[in-house]
């Protein structure tokens, strides 16, 4: 008897470790974050359905080193290349949660992202917990649930369903959310 996997579902997750005076400024990428949602500034992918937490993320020296990281270590670990499609930052304060959702436009395939990163910028501990949902053969509704802290991440295939639990902190968690194609 002969096996031949046709698909995998893989999951990467993990700590950013940057050099030391070299680590991720997290308060900068919050302050950007902070700053869209004074502007009222959404979100503006098309297809992508729209969560009410979801906001514009501004370019800093931050986010292009945590983008940096993430596409560097992704060739040097997996050897494969991807590159940023599209990003934005999620924030919920107590007793907010979101809708269920993926990153891909069903009608436009081609240009969706393969890969969906999400960072916890500022998560108080065991506060909210992310959800993906997956299938397993007829098993079609399984989840996988993680708790992201402050400066993990996590990269799952942008095909798969995802959500996050009510935040049952009263402070407010902070999320920056990457797409990614492969190269």
Do not use: W
Not at 9 to 25: Q, R, S
Not at 119 to 140: C, F, H
Not at 170 to 180: D, F, I, P, R
Request: charged share 25%.
């Amino acid at each position: 008897m002969k096996k031949e996997v046709l698909s995998e579902i893989d999951i990467y997750f993990g700590t950013v470790e940057m050099p030391k005076y070299f680590e991720i400024n997290r308060d900068q990428l919050k302050s950007n974050l902070l700053s869209s949602i004074i502007e009222d500034d959404f979100i503006e992918n098309t297809y992508l359905v729209g969560n009410p937490y979801d906001f514009a993320m501004k370019e800093s020296k931050a986010f292009i080193m945590l983008d940096r990281y993430i596409v560097e270590n992704f060739f040097l670990k997996h050897k494969q290349s991807v590159n940023n499609l599209f990003h934005f930052g999620s924030v919920f304060k107590q007793k907010e949660s979101s809708i269920t959702k993926n990153l891909i436009n069903e009608h436009n395939l081609e240009n969706s992202p393969d890969y969906t990163c999400i960072y916890g910028i500022e998560v108080e501990n065991n506060s909210q917990i992310l959800v993906i949902e997956y299938p397993n053969k007829r098993l079609k509704e399984r989840f996988f649930q993680i708790t992201l802290k402050n400066n993990e991440y996590i990269i799952f295939p942008s095909t798969l369903k995802y959500f996050f639990t009510r935040n049952i902190s009263e402070k407010t968690n902070t999320y920056l959310t990457v797409a990614y194609n492969l190269v």
